[in-house]
């Protein structure tokens, strides 16, 4: 099998590329080499590409930065799916597109299911729900994977903010009453490298098993840090409410994602989030 990659200096673009199986051959584009925001240079990455799959790993993901930046994520998210639907399509190309929680306004109660009614509530979210329409206008055989509050052991994330804080600070704030599921880049690459084999298409949901809130996954972040020796002490953590913590986008209090659909095509569950945070945090000991 061979496979485009677009995003690959980003968490998961990453993560596939160290998933790669050793029967396949990745082509993996950077932002410099394909640009979401420019009609022509997508078309261009897919026309020159002989390849099996597509997967979107690219996405604008300033969710405060997009409410006064709305334009460019909505051509970044919104639109350029679309473009590779249609050339990916054309060129026979099946499409693997990686899209967010933040489709949902959060008011449910129980795991949001791959057709439970969307209602986003930030520029982001509406952004990102507007690429997975285009890109299953144009090809309705698109394989579309929801995730949730991605992390890994390089880029900009929570449990990396978290750490870094808690070196610089003997006391922290973090918001307790939004609730979702962590997620590993790596199950998602394994996932994803997984469900491409199985042909799969179609709505699903990913992440790792398990839910937390932003307050459960910071003690955690310091539990396992401080046992790795990444931290000399714990700070104190204090939970708080999203109302005092304003920011420019609207998150949703709660997001937990039903995943049995692509569990049943995987076989079986992904990991507890807080065993990925721990393997997670073992790399970044690795890397220091």
């Not at 099946?94 to 109660?109: E, L, M, N, P």
Request: hydrophobic content about 45%; charged content about 20%.
């Amino acid at each position: 099998m061979r496979l485009l990659l677009l995003g690959a200096e980003g968490q998961v673009g990453r993560a596939m590329r160290a998933a790669c199986p050793a029967d396949a051959s990745l082509i993996a584009l950077g932002r410099d080499a394909c640009d979401l925001s420019d009609e022509a240079s997508v078309r261009a990455a897919i026309a020159n590409a002989e390849c099996d799959w597509l997967v979107n790993a690219a996405a604008y993901t300033a969710v405060d930065r997009a409410e006064s930046d709305e334009a460019l994520a909505r051509t970044v998210n919104g639109t350029a799916p679309g473009w590779i639907g249609a050339a990916a399509r054309m060129a026979g190309i099946r499409v693997a597109h990686i899209s967010t929680d933040f489709v949902f306004d959060g008011s449910a109660g129980t795991p949001y299911r791959p057709d439970s009614p969307t209602n986003p509530l930030s520029a982001y979210g509406r952004s990102k729900l507007a690429g997975e329409t285009a890109l299953h206008s144009a090809d309705p055989d698109a394989l579309i994977v929801r995730t949730s509050w991605v992390h890994a052991a390089q880029g900009s994330n929570f449990p990396l903010t978290m750490l870094r804080l808690m070196r610089e600070r003997d006391e922290i704030r973090v918001v307790a009453d939004q609730t979702g599921s962590p997620t590993w880049a790596t199950t998602l690459a394994d996932s994803l490298w997984r469900l491409i084999a199985a042909d799969a298409s179609g709505t699903h949901h990913l992440t790792d098993a398990g839910i937390a809130s932003w307050y459960d996954l910071a003690m955690a972040v310091a539990e396992e840090a401080l046992a790795l020796g990444l931290l000399p002490r714990i700070p104190t953590i204090t939970p708080i409410a999203t109302e005092d913590y304003p920011t420019p986008a609207r998150r949703p209090a709660y997001s937990v994602l039903d995943k049995s659909s692509a569990w049943a095509l995987l076989g079986g569950p992904t990991p507890h989030w807080r065993l990925s945070l721990r393997n997670m945090l073992k790399e970044v000991t690795e890397r220091a």
